[in-house]
């Protein structure tokens, strides 16, 4: 008797354990004032890059997806930089905030024009409509499960109708005036461009830079979306659960897009600054191939003391794009002109300081983590 009594003692003081202990809270939504204030106030003054910026040129961004998912890479914050390819990222890790920090102000401008479709938009479908300006029509599938090939077949197929894409750019300029941001006439300007820019190229937009000439190995829009991970298909429009979670972020303010210089003296610690005010580290770092443009100058020690001030957890990465048109990177994916590459934060920073970071080649070929 006495040891049954035991167990029954021991099996209660579990179950209230188990019920005593808080469970995990969701992140707090972000009031709309108080995004229109970080939008502003983390931001710097925008310079140059001679690219429009529109879509990514990174054919193999998600080949880095199977290593965060063994990573277990997940929560925290996120700072990245460039277009809609983020969202893939943000969508995988889960984080409690993104910031996504661009030396062009066209480029948080495009990702308010993205945060107005994203409230609009209920499905993949209707924010691809939007996008596009352009009816999706499936003949007798439902487009909550269809492929993001059929959703894009749709949109490829549309007559473009005038009118529609009017209404629809107007929607979109209403929804971002209703936050009572602190936007210029010429901001709204460059959303209208950025908006017929999706809206005249369709699926098979492509990147552009504007003072070299046109390469035929960047990819569509269309290609973009429909890359895989190495087995799957994994952007974020790939499933109606990635945009969902997607969506609820945008809906509630925790997608802030800064205007920010890399090596700039201001928006990295601003963003650094925030994200200590909150408590929240930082686990993914998506440079892109920014980091070419700064090794070898005076900006890069800039950039690394911006990098060091960020919050930083301790299993923290980075995810690096490089361009393999001149020595191939021993990572490089057949067929691929750019390979993405994930690695740990620390240990380039250990690096960093220790003057093992020769060469750009070191900072992007050293402890890669692979599949």
């Given amino acids: 008797m006495g040891h049954k009594l035991a167990a029954l003692l021991v099996l209660a003081l579990t179950s209230w354990s188990t019920l005593a202990e808080p469970a995990l809270s969701a992140p707090a939504p972000i009031p709309l004032s108080e995004f229109g204030r970080l939008v502003d106030s983390l931001s710097e003054p925008e310079g140059y890059f001679d690219t429009d910026n529109f879509v990514s040129n990174e054919a193999g961004y998600l080949r880095v997806l199977p290593a965060m998912r063994r990573l277990a890479l997940s929560g925290g914050a996120y700072v990245g930089v460039g277009p809609d390819q983020n969202f893939s990222y943000i969508a995988e890790l889960g984080p409690e905030l993104a910031f996504i920090v661009d030396i062009r102000r066209q480029n948080a401008l495009e990702h308010l024009y993205f945060k107005a479709l994203f409230q609009l938009s209920a499905t993949r479908a209707a924010y ?10 499936l003949a007798g599938q439902n487009a909550e499960t269809a492929p993001i090939r059929v959703l894009l077949d749709a949109a490829t197929s549309a007559a473009r109708d ?10 979109a300029r209403a929804t971002i005036r209703a936050w009572n941001l602190a936007l210029r006439d010429a901001d709204f300007a460059a959303l209208d461009l950025v908006a ?6 369709g699926p098979e937009l492509k990147f552009t830079s504007y003072n070299r000439g046109p390469r035929s190995y960047h ?16 952007n974020y429009l790939a499933r109606e659960e990635k945009f969902r979670r997607l969506r609820v972020m945008h809906l509630e303010n925790r997608i802030i897009p800064v205007v920010g210089d890399f090596a700039g003296p201001r928006a990295f610690q ?3 600054r925030e994200l200590r005010r909150r408590g929240v580290s930082l686990r993914c770092f998506y440079a ?8 070898g100058s005076e900006a890069w020690e800039r950039y690394v003391r911006n990098v060091r001030a960020l919050p930083l957890d301790p299993a923290a990465c980075i995810i690096r794009s490089y361009a393999n048109t001149g020595q191939p990177h021993p990572a490089q994916v057949a067929g691929y002109y750019m390979t993405t590459v994930i690695q740990r934060l620390d240990g ?24």
């Fill in 288 to 295: 892109s191939n920014v980091e070419f443009y700064l090794f």
């Fill in 348 to 371: 380039f920073l250990r690096r960093e300081a220790t003057g093992e970071n020769r060469s750009y080649w070191d900072v992007v070929t050293r402890d890669c983590i692979l599949r």
């Fill in 270 to 272: 601003n963003v650094a």
């Fill in 219 to 234: 990819p569509t829009f269309r290609q973009l979306l429909e890359e895989t991970d190495g087995a799957v298909q994994a």
């Fill in 128 to 137: 691809l409509e939007r996008l596009f300006g352009r009816r999706i029509r």
């Fill in 162 to 171: 005038a009118r529609l894409e009017t209404a629809m750019q107007v929607e």
């Fill in 196 to 201: 017929r820019a999706f809206m005249e190229g």
